[in-house]
C-alpha cells in the first residue's frame, strides 16, 4: 500500500504531495496528520508499504507538532519517500529532521525531495508555486524515485542536507486572531494543530502554544482570523532579500 502522509496547514504541501503521489498510478492511503480519524488509520505499517511524507519548513525545521504525530506511527521497515516544501527561502535541516524522525519510527528512507510552494505567511514569495515548471520537475523527481523502486536494485543510504545541531528556530510573531466577523462556529478551536485556540473565546489566541501555521485563517467561513498588516508588511521588507529569485526544487537518493 502506498500511504500519502502530510501535514498541510494551508494547503501548499498538500499541492506538493499530490503532485509526487500522482505517479504512483494506484490507490492509496490518504492521512492528512491533523486529523486525529486519519492519524489513527496510519498506525503500524509493512516493510512492503512505501509511504510519501510531507511536511512544510518552519524556521528550516519540521513543525513541532508533527514530531508528536510520528510518535503514533510505527513504519516496521516501510520504505519512506520525504518531502519538504518551503516558502521560497531555504529548508536548511527540515530534510535531515524528517528524516532522523522516521528512522527513529522505523522506516527506511529512501528518497527525498524539496519544494517550493507560495510562502503561506508572506504570500509576496513563492507567489503561484509550485506552478506547472515545479509540477515538470516533480513529476520528473517522483518517476526517477518509483523506477529505482520498480527496478529493485536498492537504495544507498540517503543523503539530505543540513546540520547537526538543527537550526534554532523560535517562532515567528505572527499569532493570527479573530475580529468582528468571528461567530465563534468553533472550527478553528477544533482544527488548530497546536490547540492554542480558546475554547471559550475563540477571539483568544494562546501565544506561546501556537506555531503560526495559520491553518484557523484558512478554515475560518467567516475569513475572520487576520494576522496584523504592519507586521506582515514589516516582516515582507526584512525578508525580501533572504526570499526573492526563484528558488528551485531538488531530489536525492542514491542507488546501491
Ligand atoms: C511559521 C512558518 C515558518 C516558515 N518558515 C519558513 C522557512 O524557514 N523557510 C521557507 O522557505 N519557508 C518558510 N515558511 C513557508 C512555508 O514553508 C511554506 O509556505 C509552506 O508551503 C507552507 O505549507 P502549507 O501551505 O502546507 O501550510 C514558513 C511558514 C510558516 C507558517
Same mark, same amino acid.
Given at each position: 500500500m502506498i500511504y500519502q502522509m502530510y501535514f498541510s496547514p494551508t494547503g501548499g504541501t498538500k499541492k506538493v504531495s499530490d503532485i509526487v503521489c500522482k505517479v504512483w498510478e494506484c490507490p492509496k492511503k490518504t492521512i492528512d496528520l491533523m486529523k486525529q480519524e486519519d492519524l489513527k488509520e496510519a498506525g503500524n505499517l509493512t516493510a512492503e508499504d512505501i509511504c510519501i511524507a510531507a511536511v512544510p519548513s518552519f524556521g528550516g525545521r519540521v513543525p513541532e507538532p508533527v514530531k508528536d504525530m510520528f510518535k =503514533? %506511527? &510505527? !513504519? $516496521?521497515g516501510a520504505k519512506a519517500v520525504l518531502i519538504a516544501v518551503y516558502g521560497n527561502r531555504a529548508f536548511d535541516d527540515t530534510l535531515l529532521e524528517l528524516k532522523d524522525m522516521l528512522e527513529n519510527a522505523d522506516f527506511t528512507c529512501i528518497g527525498a525531495i524539496a519544494a517550493v510552494a507560495?510562502? =503561506?505567511?508572506? &504570500?509576496?514569495? #513563492?507567489? #503561484? &508555486?509550485?506552478?506547472i515548471e515545479d509540477e515538470k520537475k516533480l513529476r520528473e523527481y517522483a518517476g526517477r524515485i518509483k523506477d529505482a523502486l520498480d527496478s529493485g536494485k536498492g537504495f544507498a543510504s540517503l543523503l539530505v542536507p543540513g546540520n547537526y545541531p538543527y537550526r534554532e528556530y523560535h517562532g515567528v510573531p505572527f499569532k493570527p486572531e479573530a475580529g468582528r466577523?468571528? $461567530?465563534?462556529? !468553533?472550527i478553528c478551536i477544533k482544527q488548530c494543530p497546536a490547540q492554542a485556540i480558546s475554547a471559550q473565546n475563540p477571539k483568544r489566541t494562546d501565544k506561546e502554544k501556537? %506555531? =503560526?501555521?495559520?491553518h484557523c485563517i484558512s478554515v475560518c467561513p467567516q475569513k475572520a482570523r487576520k494576522n496584523k498588516k504592519l507586521l506582515l508588511f514589516m516582516a515582507g521588507r526584512g525578508m525580501k532579500k533572504k526570499c526573492e529569485g526563484r528558488k528551485e526544487n531538488y531530489l536525492f537518493y542514491k542507488m546501491k
Open positions: =503514533s %506511527i &510505527r !513504519g $516496521n507560495e510562502h =503561506s505567511i508572506l &504570500r509576496q514569495f #513563492g507567489t #503561484g &508555486r509550485p506552478d466577523k468571528c $461567530n465563534r462556529c !468553533g501556537c %506555531i =503560526s501555521c495559520l
